[in-house]
Nanobody, 125 residues
Framework: QVQLVESGGGLVQAGGSLRLSCAASGRTFSSYGVGWFRQAPGKEREFVAGISRSGISTSYADSAKGRFTISRDNAKNTVYLQMNNLKPEDTAVYYC??????????????????WGQGTQVTVSS
């Protein structure tokens, strides 16, 4: 069993930065890949970024490339999403999810076994 808790969301002006954290409980967290997803009001959930269990492999949605960076610290059971140059269209609830295959780059939410409850990110223009 893995429990995930996101934090770090908030209100920021366009062009600003936020760092989201996904803290996990469970000794096997380092065996899971982790993906970040987001869902804006009235829109479908979409993949943002993912990282493999080792942290060596990462994957980004086109909308995140060059602006967002995913990383992990397995000693702290935490995955981070550094978001720079934020835009109003980045406004959404951000979720982290654990992928038992260890990849974390799947765009399909069904591949993930565990989800956090989300953290709100609001970017004002």
């Amino acid at each position: 069993q893995v429990q995930l808790v996101e934090s770090g969301g908030g209100l920021v002006q366009a062009g600003g930065s936020l760092r989201l954290s996904c803290a996990a409980s469970g000794r096997t967290f380092s065996s899971y890949g982790v993906g970040w997803f987001r869902q804006a009001p009235g829109k479908e959930r979409e993949f943002v970024a993912g990282i493999s269990r080792s942290g060596i492999s990462t994957s980004y949605a086109d909308s995140a490339k060059g602006r967002f960076t995913i990383s992990r610290d397995n000693a702290k059971n935490t995955v981070y999403l550094q978001m720079n140059n934020l835009k109003p269209e980045d406004t959404a609830v951000y979720y982290c999810a654990a992928d038992p295959t260890g990849w974390g780059g799947s765009r399909q939410g069904g591949r993930y076994d565990y989800w956090g409850q989300g953290t709100q990110v609001t970017v004002s223009s």
